[in-house]
């Protein structure tokens, strides 16, 4: 495995860690573990970044002129890149209200 299909899946794995991340980060802010949560928020987002970095090479090949295949498993990497960065933004929110509730 190389090329495309390489980057594709670190997407999937990197995001998928911070999607994780960002999830037991509203688990920790419902018990009332405050800290627990921002550090899990902060864990998410290196995770993000990594896959972030990855899309941005697709990016970087498409416009030096190397053709991209639009793959299933490149729009699955797109679309799990997506919802990760929806679960921060939920995630924060969960955390702000719980904390308010608190």
Known sequence: ???????????ISSVGMARSCFIEAMRKAREGLFEDAQSLIKEGEGYFIEGHRAHTRLIQLEATGEPLV??????????????AEGFKIIAEEFIHTYQKMN
């Open 1 to 11: 495995m190389q090329g495309i299909e390489l980057i594709s899946f670190e997407i």
């Open 70 to 83: 639009l793959t299933i498993l490149l729009t699955h990497a797109q679309d799990q890149l997506m919802s």
